[in-house]
T-cell receptor, first 110, second 110 residues
Framework: RKEVEQDPGPFNVPEGATVAFNCTYS??????FFWYRQDCRKEPKLLMS???SGNEDGRFTAQLNRASQYISLLIRDSKLSDSATYLC???????????FGTGTRLQVFP | NAGVTQTPKFQVLKTGQSMTLQCAQD?????MYWYRQDPGMGLRLIYY???????DKGEVPNGYNVSRLNKREFSLRLESAAPSQTSVYFC?????????FGQGTRLTVV
């Protein structure tokens, strides 16, 4: 079983739609959680950190469920510019390693 | 990419040739990483270094060596390149709440 698992997609949604991505992780000792965005042929960039209490940044909402070892990202009112691959990232407490999911590809169409 | 410099950006090697990918940071972070990214596979950890002078294997270390002689630099060496090492390579380092990536190296082994 992979340490961090995501649905690879692609998710094809119209502008204005709401879309949700899920991610599960296997190591219960994981310490920190993030969502990264990666555009084609570019390096990943931080979208948002994920906290146990849930956090929101504009149209983006991230949630963490430690008991179920589950992370989610919700994007509301999708824009064409949201088209990218979204990576779930987990940081292990003991080793400080960053473990990436394979990414979920989102394509927003007009 | 402020603070993470990765070179070269592109490289073509013949099978059996060697090369070193360089990564340097000016952000004074301890942890540095090398990843490779292949279509459908996401970012896979090759090696990481928790601090100067220490290195550890990641998920896919075979065929690679690394060196962390000082806090600033973390290099990745391919001693005898193989076509299976054709990939995009990313250097990264972690801060308290975010990972920072180099711009990537597109390596083709023919």
């Amino acid at each position: 079983r992979k340490e961090v698992e995501q649905d690879p997609g692609p998710f094809n949604v119209p502008e204005g739609a709401t879309v949700a991505f899920n991610c599960t992780y296997s190591n219960s000792a994981s310490q920190s959680f993030f969502w990264y965005r990666q555009d084609c042929r570019k390096e990943p960039k931080l979208l948002m950190s994920v906290y146990s209490s849930g956090n929101e940044d504009g149209r983006f909402t991230a949630q963490l469920n430690r008991a179920s070892q589950y992370i989610s990202l919700l994007i509301r009112d999708s824009k064409l510019s949201d088209s990218a691959t979204y990576l779930c990232v987990v940081n292990e407490r003991r080793t400080d390693k960053l473990i990436f999911g394979t990414g979920t590809r989102l394509q927003v169409f007009p | 990419n402020a603070g993470v410099t990765q070179t070269p950006k592109f490289q073509v090697l013949k099978t059996g040739q060697s090369m070193t990918l360089q990564c340097a940071q000016d952000m004074n972070h301890n942890s540095m990483y090398w990843y490779r990214q292949d279509p459908g596979m996401g970012l896979r950890l090759i090696y990481y270094s928790a601090s100067e002078g220490t290195t550890d294997k990641g998920e896919v270390p075979n065929g690679y060596n690394v060196s962390r002689l000082n806090k600033r630099e973390f290099s990745l060496r391919l001693e005898s390149a193989a076509p299976s090492q054709t990939s995009v390579y990313f250097c990264a380092l972690t801060g308290n709440t975010e990972a920072f990536f180099g711009q990537g190296t597109r390596l083709t082994v023919v």
